[in-house]
C-alpha cells in the first residue's frame, strides 16, 4: 500500500517567508508525528497528532512553529517568518494508534521528508 | 535531557562479517526501541523494534534489549555493501515520540 507521502519534497525560500508543509499518512493510521534533522543532527521531535488533535506540542522550536491535521488524515506543519536556522529536513511519521497509557509504543514509518532551504 | 547515545562510527566490517551497533540510554521509563536505516539523503526505514528483554530476531537482522544495563543492540549477520548506512537506535517513554540517537555509520567493505 502507500507509504507516507509529503510535499514538497524540496523548498527554497526567503528569510522572513512563510512556509507550508504537507503530510499525508498511511491510509488507517490515526497518529501523526513531525520531526526534523538538521545537518549532522539527530530526529528532533516537533509534535504528535491522535487524530486531529495534538496532545504533545512540546518539541515544537518557537511559536513561529504551528501544525494542524484535518479529518484525520492530512497535517500541515506552518512555519511563519522563516530563519536560516529553520534549515533542514522536515521528516513526518506515522503509525497505528500509540494510546494513551499504552506505553508500548506503535513503530512509525516515515515519509521521504521535505528539505527546507532558507536563504 | 533524556538521552539516547550510539557511537558515531564510522564501523567498519568485511562482507560477510557480522555487525554489532550499540546504544545506550539514560531514560530508564523507556520501554520500547527502534532501529532504523539510514541511506543519506533519504528517510529512516524501520528495521526492528523490541519491547521486551532478550533477543529478537528477524532474517539477518537481531535486536537485543537489556532494560538492567539500559542497553540495545543491532546484530547484521552475513553483512552486505547494501548495509552500508546509518543506524538510529530510538526509545519511547511515553507511548508516543521517539527519542533517538544520533547514529552509528556503518561500511561494509566488499
Known amino acids: 500500500g502507500a507509504g507516507v507521502s509529503q510535499s514538497p519534497s524540496n523548498k527554497v525560500t526567503e528569510k522572513g517567508k512563510d512556509v507550508e508543509l504537507r503530510c499525508d499518512p498511511i491510509?488507517?493510521?490515526?497518529?501523526l508525528y513531525w520531526y526534523r534533522q538538521s545537518l549532522g543532527q539527530g530526529l528532533e521531535f516537533l509534535i504528535y497528532?491522535?487524530?486531529?488533535?495534538?496532545?504533545?506540542k512540546s518539541g515544537l522550536p518557537s511559536d513561529r512553529f504551528s501544525a494542524e491535521r484535518t479529518g484525520g488524515s492530512v497535517s500541515t506543519l506552518t512555519i511563519q517568518r522563516t530563519q536560516q536556522e529553520d534549515s533542514a529536513v522536515y521528516l513526518c511519521a506515522s503509525s497505528l494508534f500509540s494510546g494513551q497509557g499504552v506505553y508500548l509504543g506503535q513503530p512509525q514509518h516515515f515519509g521521504d521528508g521535505t528539505r527546507l532551504s532558507i536563504l | 535531557q533524556k538521552e539516547v547515545e550510539q557511537n558515531s562510527g564510522p564501523l567498519s566490517v568485511p562482507e560477510g562479517a557480522i555487525a554489532s551497533l550499540n546504544c545506550t540510554y539514560s531514560d530508564r521509563g523507556s520501554q520500547s526501541f527502534f532501529w532504523y536505516r539510514q541511506y543519506s539523503g533519504k528517510s529512516p526505514e524501520l528495521i526492528m523494534f523490541?519491547?521486551?528483554?532478550g533477543d529478537k530476531e528477524d532474517g539477518r537482522f537481531t535486536a537485543q534489549l537489556n532494560k538492567a544495563s539500559q542497553y540495545v543492540s543491532l546484530l547484521i549477520r552475513d553483512s552486505q555493501p547494501s548495509d552500508s548506512a546509518t543506524y538510529l537506535c530510538?526509545?519511547?517513554?511515553?507511548?508516543?515520540?521517539?527519542?533517538f540517537g544520533k547514529g552509528t555509520s556503518l561500511l561494509v567493505t566488499p
Open positions: 530510538a526509545g519511547v517513554n511515553s507511548g508516543y515520540a521517539l527519542n
Open positions: 497528532f491522535q487524530g486531529n488533535s495534538a496532545p504533545d
Open positions: 523490541i519491547y521486551s528483554n
Open positions: 491510509s488507517g493510521h490515526t497518529a
